[in-house]
């Protein structure tokens, strides 16, 4: 059973163009929802992650948006760069002893952003 | 401050053998979670060690099994190689392994089982 669903699988963008990745979740249980971003050859490395009892949170040019009565969170790039070019992956975990380590990860977008 | 390091980076095990990953976490991270990474089946978590005891278990058979040590360093061993073992298996450290604690990633060590 995949709890957490991600889309686009791919994504092409342009240089400047906002680039935007939805999320959604099954497990009312999870309250913590992280984003990663991974290069070729690298482990995912944290970008931005929100609680449920926010509705938006925004880093630089990253920002989550969070629904919680549709169990749906996305992530907006904004003013995208060929740097951005990379997967990135939603995830989702449980703040319960011995449970918040886990990730339940999405399936991950591969995001292209041309010039 | 260093990050995390996996070694070796690179493995090419045959069906049957077995195999033995190593993590050494960010200094004073007592937390270290193993994930597999696959093309099929994406991030799958593994299992976490906290204080050399294995706190939280993913859903993978018996044959794979991991451990930590009192320096919080961790081995994951994965016995009777199958082809779809074949991945990059990665580890991941934090301080506590409370929620909202940052999970640092190191690079993986990709595994090819022929």
């Known amino acids: 059973q995949q709890q957490v669903k991600q889309s686009p699988q791919s994504l092409i963008v342009q240089k400047g163009g906002i680039s935007i990745i939805n999320c959604a979740y099954e497990n009312t249980a999870f309250d913590y929802f992280p984003w990663y971003q991974q290069f070729p050859g690298k482990g995912p490395a944290l970008l931005i992650a929100i609680r449920p009892d926010v509705s938006e949170k925004k880093e630089g040019r990253f920002t989550i948006s969070f629904n919680k009565s549709a169990k749906q969170f996305s992530l907006h790039i904004m003013d995208s760069q060929p740097g951005d070019s990379a997967t990135y992956f939603c995830?989702?975990?449980?703040?319960?002893?011995?449970?918040?380590?886990?990730?339940?990860f999405g399936t991950g977008t591969r995001l292209q952003v041309t010039l | 401050k260093a990050g995390v390091t996996q070694t070796p980076r690179y493995l090419i095990k045959t069906r049957g053998q077995q195999v033995t990953l190593s993590c050494s976490p960010i200094s004073g991270h007592r937390s270290v979670s193993w994930y597999q990474q696959t093309p099929g089946q994406g991030l799958q978590f593994l299992f976490e060690y906290f204080s050399e005891t294995q706190r939280n278990k993913g859903n993978f058979p018996g044959r794979f099994s991991g451990r930590q040590f009192s320096n919080s360093r961790s081995e994951m061993n994965v016995s009777t190689l199958e082809l779809g073992d074949s991945a990059l298996y990665l580890c991941?450290?934090?301080?506590?392994?409370?929620?909202?604690?940052?999970?640092?990633f190191g690079p993986g060590t990709r595994l090819t089982v022929l």
């Open positions: 991941a450290s934090s301080i506590s392994g409370i929620s909202y604690n940052e999970q640092f």
């Open positions: 995830a989702a975990s449980m703040r319960t002893p011995g449970t918040a380590s886990k990730l339940t």
